[in-house]
């Protein structure tokens, strides 16, 4: 019989073989101490994701939903109407035409950073490369100091610190979160005071939804998930593709000889790399999903992102890696009412590390002694990657 434990050592191990037999043998499993059911095919939660019978009011990550904690007010846990209103404010922040004139923004960062890492001899590809971009682009969409980011990036980082003595976030983690609540609280007050138009920040306090602005803690919370959403996930993303290009020197080659392949290259990493191992919801409505299993209306259940993409059922051949692949879907960003309003932003910092890394780099290597990876229940993937140049 199967037995799946998301706090398992084992687990965090090897995941892709524990997602195998869960597709396999128990595509809706229920775990009866955490009272979650866990999908792991792609279409089960392309379906579930997309058909309006589950809601966020319960929280989405594991820190909300499998330890009861209440959600925050976050536009990730919001309904509609007041989530669709939200959302329609927020898109012209995210759209392609904003993400275009973004991204000489973000080329000039890069190729910065790479000379940089490229005469300092060695870069850590998720905290020094990816995650100071990262930051810099959610802290110019949100109007907050530049001079603030790498501190602030820092702190993201520890936000998600993990021991193995303790189920979810350890208490440099808990600490992390309380710090960044309080940089945030100090920049809301600041522009209380001080209105501007800047950014993402000063519309959220100009926003009114029936006549109402955002209390102050949803305004607070809004700000997190941006500079949470924004900084953590991309970084990751790219470290894991800069590992696959090295363990696959002829993908490698054919992308540095022919960048306008970064764009479909990234797309893959998104597939293969998603270090955002589950998040959930709550059904509003009795629902059938997973092959007949009935779900009752108020019960959580968990999406296994890093499952689908693997799902033979969806990809042929789904551990290999291709940068022609061109999957038409992936759920790295799921999908429906919450898909990721950051997906063009995120897609152009990747295509943008990767052509600036490959035209300047593109004969890297990793130094496999300093790898430190994640073992967490809610990201996989590294959290150290050293990338070593040729003149270290
Ligand atoms: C590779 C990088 C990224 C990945 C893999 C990713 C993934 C996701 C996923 C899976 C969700 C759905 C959350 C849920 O189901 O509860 C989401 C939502 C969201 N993401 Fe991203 N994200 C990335 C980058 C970004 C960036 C760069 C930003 C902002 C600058 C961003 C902002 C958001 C926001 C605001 C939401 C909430 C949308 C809603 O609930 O309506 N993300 N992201």
Redesign the pocket.
């Known amino acids: 019989m199967l037995e799946f434990d998301p706090f398992a050592e084992s687990y965090f191990d090897d995941p892709f073989s524990v997602y195998k037999r869960m597709r396999d043998e128990s595509r809706a499993y229920y775990h009866e101490g955490l009272d979650c059911y866990f999908l792991s095919r792609f279409e089960d939660i392309w379906e579930a994701?997309g058909s309006g019978h589950f809601s966020?009011r319960k929280g989405?990550n594991t820190q909300d939903l499998l330890a009861d904690k209440p959600p925050n007010l976050a536009?990730?846990s919001?309904s509609p109407p007041d989530?669709t209103a939200l959302?329609k404010m927020l898109w012209p922040f995210?759209s392609p035409s904003s993400t275009r004139a973004l991204e000489p923004f973000v080329r000039e960062h890069v190729k910065t950073f790479v000379n940089e890492a490229i005469e300092r001899g060695r870069v850590d590809a998720n905290g020094e490369l990816g995650r100071r971009i990262?930051v810099r682009?959610?802290f110019r969409?949100i109007g907050l100091p530049q001079e603030d980011a790498d501190r602030v990036a820092d702190l993201v980082g520890l936000a998600f610190d993990r021991s193995s003595d303790v189920k979810g976030p350890n208490q440099r983690a808990l600490d992390a979160q309380a710090e960044l609540h309080g940089y945030l609280e100090d920049r809301i007050q600041e522009r209380l005071e001080m209105p501007r138009e800047d950014g993402l920040l000063d519309s959220l306090i100009a926003y009114r939804f029936e006549g109402r602005p955002l209390p102050a803690d949803q305004i607070l919370f809004n700000l997190y998930?941006?500079v949470v959403?924004?900084t953590e996930?991309?970084p990751k993303?790219f470290a894991g593709g800069v590992y696959q290009l090295w363990k696959y020197p002829e993908q490698r080659a054919e992308l540095a000889a022919d960048l306008s392949l970064a764009k479909d290259a990234f797309w893959e990493i998104?597939r293969v790399e998603?270090?955002?191992l589950m998040?959930g919801a709550c059904a509003e409505q009795e629902t059938e999903i997973g092959g007949g299993t009935k779900i009752p209306v108020g019960q959580k259940i968990m999406?296994l992102?890093v499952s689908a993409n693997r799902d033979e059922r969806e990809f042929d051949d789904p551990d290999r890696f291709d940068i022609h692949r061109k999957a038409p879907r992936i759920l790295?960003?799921?999908n429906g009412?919450?898909?990721?309003?950051?997906?063009h932003?995120?897609q152009m910092?990747?295509r943008v590390l990767l052509e600036e890394l490959l035209s300047r780099a593109p004969e890297f290597e990793i130094d496999e002694g300093g790898v430190v990876r994640i073992r967490s229940e809610f990201f996989r993937g590294f959290d150290k990657l050293p990338i070593v140049f040729g003149n270290a």
């Open positions: 994701v966020h989405t536009l990730s919001m989530h959302r995210f990262s682009v959610a969409l998930l941006f959403g924004g996930t991309l993303v998104l998603m270090p955002t998040l999406h992102w790295t960003f799921n009412r919450h898909r990721c309003l950051g997906a932003i995120a910092e990747g």
